[in-house]
């Protein structure tokens, strides 16, 4: 009698245990997919990969940015040989708006992200004005090293494919722009940012 009351509880107790295995949230928790920017332009395109450990929150932006299609259509307007290529200003979408080039905005600034990443070329950094966290969609790329810009700009990736189009981009002759030789003699355009698998880069 002793022995069927044994098996008869450890029976219900393991039917109750395989209840509330079954009922138990079930860890669906994935692996994040790593994310590149491919940069189509007028010269060709360029492959960026996020620095997500040093700078989430630019990356961020950046990505969202993207996905809104708000840097399609816009220009370099800014370009310095053997320093670097600026671009993401909305306001260079329209040639008429010129003299504007290097003001426009999504309408928000970000909070910097400074980091020991040095800014060698190839590297993705925000465009900012003097206060350190008045970064918005302005981005540019080094053409070479520019350790004056480390700790003082947010890096927040690199160009992993595409290094011949970004010095193809820097050799743009430039004319007069307020106070430097920077301002292209030539119209070169971001025709898109698309974020994509880093896995379906070849």
């Known amino acids: ?18 209840a509330s295995a079954a009922d138990a949230p079930k860890d669906e928790t994935k692996p994040a997919v ?11 395109e360029m492959v960026v990969e996020f620095w997500t450990d040093v700078a989430p929150k630019t990356v961020e932006n950046f990505k969202k940015l993207a996905k809104e299609k708000y840097y399609d259509g816009t220009s370099f307007h800014r370009i310095i040989k053997g320093f670097m290529i600026q671009g993401g200003d909305p306001n260079t979408k ?16 970000i909070k910097a992200e400074f980091n020991d990443r040095k800014h ?13 966290d008045s970064a918005g969609s ?18 927040f990736g690199k160009v992993i494919k595409g290094e011949d189009v970004l ?36």
């Open 1 to 18: 009698m002793m022995k069927s009351l044994l098996v008869a509880g450890l029976t219900l107790a393991l039917t109750a245990f395989s």
């Open 94 to 109: 329209d040639p008429a708006k010129e003299s504007t080039y290097g003001t426009g905005s999504p309408g928000y600034t």
């Open 138 to 155: 302005q981005f540019f790329i080094c053409l070479d090293p520019a350790p004056s810009l480390d700790l003082q700009y947010t890096g």
């Open 120 to 132: 060698v070329r190839g590297v993705l950094s925000m465009a900012r004005s003097a206060h350190p």
């Open 34 to 44: 790593k994310e590149v920017a491919v940069i189509k332009t007028s010269k060709g």
């Open 167 to 202: 010095l193809k981009i820097g050799e743009t002759p430039v004319g007069p722009n307020r106070r430097e030789m920077s301002k292209p003699k030539e119209r070169i355009t971001v025709e898109s940012v698309t974020i994509v698998a880093a896995d379906s880069i070849k």
